[in-house]
T-cell receptor, first 113, second 117 residues
Framework: KAGVTQTPRYLIKTRGQQVTLSCSPI?????VSWYQQTPGQGLQFLFE???????NKGNFPGRFSGRQFSNSRSEMNVSTLELGDSALYLC????????????FGEGSRLTVL | DQQVKQNSPSLSVQEGRISILNCDYT??????FLWYKKYPAEGPTFLIS?????DKNEDGRFTVFLNKSAKHLSLHIVPSQPGDSAVYFC????????????????FGQGTILTVHP
């Protein structure tokens, strides 16, 4: 069974640019969540999508956005990149049931110069 | 406002001994708790979970204890093995708040566990 796939794995951008990250969930999983991991802040929840609708949102500025497609694949976008956006961005999918664990991808490592 | 805290950044244990990782939370709405393990360059992997209606859950070498009155949970690994060396994250969610928080976890900062042979 294929796991959660994130692309690209590594990318380098400069301040002011925008970036789009992609996530393919495990087959049959309809919930996709995004997290940002930084050394200082740990793992922080960005947003969650279910059936193409954003169901939950964390405390991040509007520069961070996302969407989910009908096949449950998801993308997140960060516009007007800042140095502080350098982080590991993790996508997770779940069966969306009580106690359903999250399955994480390997992450996309973004470096902003 | 850090709602889930892991106060020990690191823990060093000898192989074969017990590893105890601790986690405290402040939000009384949390009713489901999980532990994840993370190796470098990989995503976190699920280890074990516990619902707030229980105070203990076991899975092989891993046991999680929950003390709701103290808002404290711990993960015991017995016996510890060198392959257990990784970062361990405690996480919490509010599953009963309308059933819409399955994908939203609040994580602690993580504890680096090193198991020496």
């Amino acid at each position: 069974k294929a796991g959660v796939t994130q692309t690209p794995r590594y990318l380098i951008k400069t301040r002011g640019q925008q970036v789009t990250l992609s996530c393919s969930p495990i087959s049959g999983h309809r919930s996709v969540s995004w997290y940002q991991q930084t050394p200082g802040q740990g793992l922080q929840f960005l947003f969650e999508y279910f059936s193409e609708t954003q169901r939950n949102k964390g405390n991040f500025p509007g520069r961070f956005s996302g969407r989910q497609f009908s096949n449950s694949r998801s993308e997140m976008n960060v516009s007007t990149l800042e140095l502080g956006d350098s982080a590991l961005y993790l996508c997770a999918s779940s069966r969306d049931s009580p106690g359903g664990e999250l399955f994480f991808g390997e992450g996309s490592r973004l470096t902003v110069l | 406002d850090q709602q889930v805290k892991q106060n020990s950044p690191s823990l060093s244990v000898q192989e074969g001994r017990i590893s105890i990782l601790n986690c405290d939370y402040t939000n009384s709405m949390f009713d489901y708790f999980l532990w994840y393990k993370k190796y470098p360059a990989e995503g976190p992997t699920f280890l074990i979970s516990i619902s707030s209606i229980k105070d203990k859950n076991e899975d092989g070498r891993f046991t999680v204890f929950l003390n709701k009155s103290a808002k404290h949970l711990s993960l015991h690994i017995v016996p510890s093995q060198p392959g257990d060396s990784a970062v361990y994250f405690c996480a919490a969610s509010s599953l009963n708040s309308g059933g819409t928080s399955y994908g939203k976890l609040t994580f602690g900062q993580g504890t680096i566990l090193t198991v020496h042979p």
